[in-house]
């Protein structure tokens, strides 16, 4: 018996992270896994809370002696997730949420193919710029690159299982709540869960 894999993806400034946040304090039986980076730490973030933070060598380290799951280099910096624990997770009955890029969702489908694929779009282009804008955490440099990465990774939507169009927060937040309750309520999963219910007691 094994948990659930929801792999989340969207470009940044979708709103990924606040519905993903929103999803984990409604639903205690979900876990995060924290994945590796070697950016730096914005402002509030705490190492081994939304990323472990990690330098370069240390990265290309773990790359080499095969710790990730997947890993990729996004808008200059590099991002993995650990094998083991995302494993050891599953292994415990945990429903699992990543939340990685598209580079690292095709990764991850071909070594663990169950997994449920959720793409996270904004309702426009412009919209997502806005919503860049307000965050005021990165440069014009890194805007303008961002804008120009989201419309490669829009166009990688079709190859996961739902989409969810993030143009109301709340809305968002339920489909996204949705694509759980219905992963777990398909037939295979919770007769595996619940082996009982094939030879019920009177």
């Known amino acids: 018996m094994s948990g659930l894999l929801f792999v989340v993806t969207a ?4 709103g990924k992270s606040s519905l993903i946040d929103a999803l984990l304090k409604a639903d205690p039986r979900l876990r995060l896994s924290v994945s590796y980076t070697t950016r730096a730490p914005r402002p509030g973030e705490q190492n081994g809370r939304e990323y472990h933070f990690v330098d370069e060598s240390a990265f290309l380290e773990m790359l080499d002696h095969g710790d990730f799951l997947e ?6 910096n590099r991002y993995g997730t650990s094998h083991r624990a995302v494993r050891a997770l599953l292994a415990a009955d945990a429903d699992v949420v990543l ?3 598209w580079q690292g969702a095709q990764q991850v489908r071909r070594l663990l193919p169950a997994c449920v694929g959720v793409f996270i779009l904004p309702p426009s282009i412009a919209e997502l710029e806005q919503r860049m804008r307000r965050r005021g955490q990165d440069s014009e440099a ?6 120009a990465n989201a419309r490669e990774e829009l166009s990688h939507a079709p190859e996961f299982d739902y989409a969810i169009i993030n143009k109301d927060f709340d809305e968002a937040r339920q489909d996204l709540a949705a694509v759980v309750r219905a992963e777990r309520a398909r037939a295979a999963r919770q007769l595996e869960r619940h082996p009982e219910l094939l030879s019920p007691k009177d």
């Open 11 to 14: 470009p940044s400034g979708a």
């Open 71 to 76: 890993s990729a280099h996004v808008h200059g």
């Open 99 to 101: 939340e990685i890029d």
């Open 142 to 147: 890194v805007i303008a690159r961002r804008l």
